[in-house]
């Protein structure tokens, strides 16, 4: 049996309109393991909506193979895709909900369609209504039930054919903050409990830090970048990649008015060094001052996470004696070069050559 549970190979995605061909997909190569929330993130129109849909194949792809549990998908019989359908399941910005069917007429579904006796289908609907934590809900229609809810019947929806994955399609993005943060724990505990593989399409990053262990970004129907979530935030190897883990971290003025482009640093501090004083300590250690340009700090999943830029001394042996003291605590850092706009510049690490 295959580790990878969802494998793309070369696949391209063309459309035909009016102005010619549209290339929406092109060579796509991904693996995703059993059992990984795998977040996959972009702007708008970058074509990760296309991607997801790729893997059910909702869209044929115009080239490349779609794998799924070791079976190719891509060109076999409409009965046998619809076989191996039911082991994916989906859930989507809208909900997909019958209007004219209660909560539980909605779980019951999909089991209907598959041939599941009435009864048994609705004694699994009852125990996906207590996961979703709804149980109080079962007779209520969607007109009567909030966007959270809807989206909890959504996903006892699609845990109701035993799915092995499930694609969710910007699945939070028409909630509020709070419920969703709810939808993102629950989908998190199903995840870590069921182990069921998710595959998280989103424009939205806090999404991927609270939910996803791997991610990959997208830009112009190409992946630019992926890994695991902890190794991206630390060191983003493309513009594309910081764009979206550092949206708010363009350039910032000095209180003097001028942009400050010398002995500029970009700090990653991980769960040991994200709650000391470093910064603090530095400036009593080495009597010298530091200018803080960008400052943030993230929970990726359970774990603390921090980034920060600054602009150390202009006194070259203080500036040395700075960096010297990051490298001694422990605190990865990564020269910015002079002049080069925050996106552009290489994250390679630093070199440990520092005078003591």
């Known amino acids: 049996m295959s580790d990878y549970i969802i494998s793309l190979q070369g696949v391209t995605k063309e459309f035909d309109t009016k102005n010619g061909k549209?290339?929406?997909?092109?060579?796509?190569?991904?693996?995703?393991?059993?059992?990984?929330s795998y977040g996959i993130i972009g702007l708008s129109g970058a074509g990760k909506s296309t991607l997801v849909r790729t893997i059910n194949l909702l869209e044929q792809p115009t080239d490349g193979r779609v794998?799924?549990?070791?079976?190719?998908?891509?060109?076999?019989g409409s009965r046998d895709l619809n076989i191996q359908r039911r082991k994916i399941s989906m859930i989507?910005?809208?909900?997909?909900?019958?209007?004219?069917?209660?909560?539980?007429?909605?779980?019951?579904?999909?089991?209907?369609?598959?041939?599941?006796?009435?009864?048994?289908?609705?004694?699994?609907?009852?125990?996906?209504?207590?996961?979703?934590?709804?149980?109080?809900?079962?007779h209520s229609f969607p007109s009567q039930l909030s966007g959270?809810?809807?989206?909890?019947?959504?996903?006892?929806?699609?845990?109701?054919?035993?799915p092995e994955v499930i694609l969710c399609d910007e699945a939070t993005s028409a909630l509020d903050p709070k419920t969703t943060r709810s939808i993102l724990r629950?989908?998190?505990?199903i995840n870590e409990e069921r182990g069921i593989t998710l595959v998280v399409i989103t424009h939205e990053m806090n999404v991927i830090k609270q939910l996803c262990n791997k991610v990959a970004v997208i830009e112009n129907g190409e992946i630019v970048e992926r890994g695991d979530v902890q190794e991206?935030?630390?060191?983003?190897?493309?513009?594309?990649?910081?764009?979206?883990?550092?949206?708010?971290?363009?350039?910032?003025?000095?209180?003097?008015?001028?942009?400050?482009?010398?002995?500029?640093?970009?700090?990653?501090?991980?769960?040991?060094?994200?709650?000391k004083p470093i910064i603090s300590n530095m400036i009593l250690e080495t009597g010298a001052p530091v200018n803080l340009l960008y400052a943030n700090m993230d929970a990726l999943l359970d774990e603390q996470k921090g980034q920060m830029v600054i602009c150390l001394s202009d006194d070259?042996?203080?500036?040395?004696?700075?960096?010297a003291f990051l490298i001694r605590e422990g605190v990865d850092f990564?020269?910015?070069?002079?002049?080069?706009?925050?996106?552009?510049?290489?994250?390679?690490?630093?070199?440990?050559?520092?005078?003591?």
């Open 22 to 36: 549209v290339v929406a997909l092109n060579d796509i190569n991904l693996d995703i393991e059993r059992g990984d």
């Open 67 to 76: 794998v799924f549990d070791g079976k190719t998908l891509t060109g076999i």
């Open 92 to 138: 989507f910005q809208q909900f997909n909900l019958l209007m004219q069917r209660d909560a539980i007429g909605n779980i019951c579904f999909p089991m209907e369609i598959a041939g599941v006796p009435k009864a048994q289908a609705r004694a699994k609907a009852e125990e996906l209504l207590k996961v979703v934590d709804l149980e109080d809900r079962a």
């Open 148 to 162: 959270g809810q809807k989206q909890r019947v959504a996903i006892a929806r699609a845990l109701a054919s035993d």
């Open 186 to 189: 629950l989908l998190r505990q």
């Open 232 to 275: 991206i935030f630390a060191k983003p190897k493309t513009r594309a990649a910081r764009k979206l883990f550092f949206p708010d971290s363009e350039e910032r003025e000095t209180p003097e008015g001028r942009t400050a482009t010398r002995n500029r640093l970009r700090l990653a501090f991980n769960e040991k060094t994200a709650y």
């Open 316 to 323: 070259h042996d203080a500036a040395e004696r700075q960096k």
């Open 334 to 356: 990564t020269e910015i070069p002079e002049e080069s706009d925050y996106y552009d510049y290489p994250l390679n690490g630093f070199s440990e050559e520092v005078s003591e």
